[in-house]
């Protein structure tokens, strides 16, 4: 049951994944280069798929950080997952934009090199590829993780995340001259997704159900009140979702394509955006028929998303975590 429910998972994140693909190809690409997207309006829909990755993450971080809540173990974990894909993902695709160019999506070869630091949005650093700002997010959710672990207060992640939601809310309420800075301090527009994915792993670990309960319908309140309905409806359903993926209630999330998509998942979502509207430009500039191009984009960004999570995720990024633990250990002799 639990290797099921982790397909599961793979599965979730591979609909995410899919969801902010259709969202850049067949509507964002509209919004930016004027490429109509035919009969696929709702596409804008699949810009929430960034959203049930927050939930995801905060649930398989807060599962993680209750088998292992050593600081240095947490910071190695984080570190070897997200970087060495993040580095090559940034030199692939300033690359190809370069050689290929892709109007308004050029970054110089100085801001390029400071996207690896992975915190060039806090230093006004533009993107080499716009979807890194969910990195950012990320980043910021790990490092409140990171110190909570630091400080031995763990326990009080929820409570801190609770703060930073009231906080959000506050924010949008009153003005405020420090408005920008503390949105990014405390991700304020997505810290209810993450919170929502923490308080769901207590909830299925069997932890103070009632307790729990309250707290999520807390948290929908508080997303009821800073979000539109139609957009609180759809959080409601990709909750929906994310619930019958953690209890296995679906054998379609456990699906061969899905949880191909969830392995893939992290390159995917780094490498598809600009590097697909490369492609899609370039085809609709020489006569091909809009599908063509999207098509063409999908099967080249799965090719190398693949490379990616092969060579970088399942290698590269495995001897990186070992060899610092190693190291880590020699230190403590």
Request: proline fraction near 1%; glycine fraction near 6%.
């Amino acid at each position: 049951m639990q290797q099921q429910r982790l397909l599961s998972l793979d599965g979730l994140r591979g609909l995410a994944a899919l969801l902010v693909v259709i969202y850049h190809y067949f509507f964002r690409i509209d919004e930016i280069y004027g490429i109509s997207s035919n009969h696929m309006d709702w596409s804008y829909l699949g810009e929430y798929g960034v959203h049930l990755f927050f939930i995801i993450s905060g649930f398989v971080i807060f599962m993680s950080i209750n088998k292992n809540t050593k600081s240095i173990s947490f910071f190695i974990s984080r570190f070897s997952r997200l970087y060495p894909t993040f580095f090559f993902a940034v030199i692939i695709t300033f690359t190809l934009v370069y050689i290929f160019g892709l109007e308004g999506r050029e970054v110089n070869l100085i801001d390029a090199l400071l996207n690896l630091l992975m915190i060039h949005e806090y230093l006004r650093v533009p993107h080499v590829d716009g979807v890194y700002w969910t990195l950012t997010i990320e980043i910021t959710f790990y490092f409140w993780c990171f110190l909570l672990i630091l400080l031995n207060k763990i326990h009080y992640l929820k409570f801190v995340l609770f703060v930073f939601l009231s906080i959000s809310i506050a924010n949008e309420i009153i003005p405020n001259p420090y408005y920008e800075i503390l949105n990014k301090l405390f991700f304020s527009n997505y810290v209810g997704f993450f919170l929502l994915g923490v308080l769901t792993f207590s909830l299925n670990e069997n932890k103070s159900f009632i307790k729990n309960s309250m707290l999520i319908t807390l948290v929908f309140i508080f997303l009821f009140l800073d979000h539109s309905f139609e957009e609180f409806i759809i959080f409601l359903v990709l909750y929906g979702l994310f619930l019958i993926g953690v209890y296995d209630s679906s054998k379609i999330l456990r699906s061969r394509f899905l949880v191909f998509l969830g392995e893939i998942s992290y390159s995917l979502y780094l490498i598809h955006q600009n590097i697909g509207y490369i492609i899609i430009t370039k085809a609709h500039e020489l006569g091909f028929s809009k599908i063509s191009g999207i098509l063409s984009a999908f099967i080249v960004s799965i090719i190398l998303a693949r490379l990616l999570y092969i060579f970088i995720e399942l290698r590269l990024s495995k001897f990186i975590k070992i060899s610092l633990n190693k190291k880590i250990k020699e230190i403590r002799g």
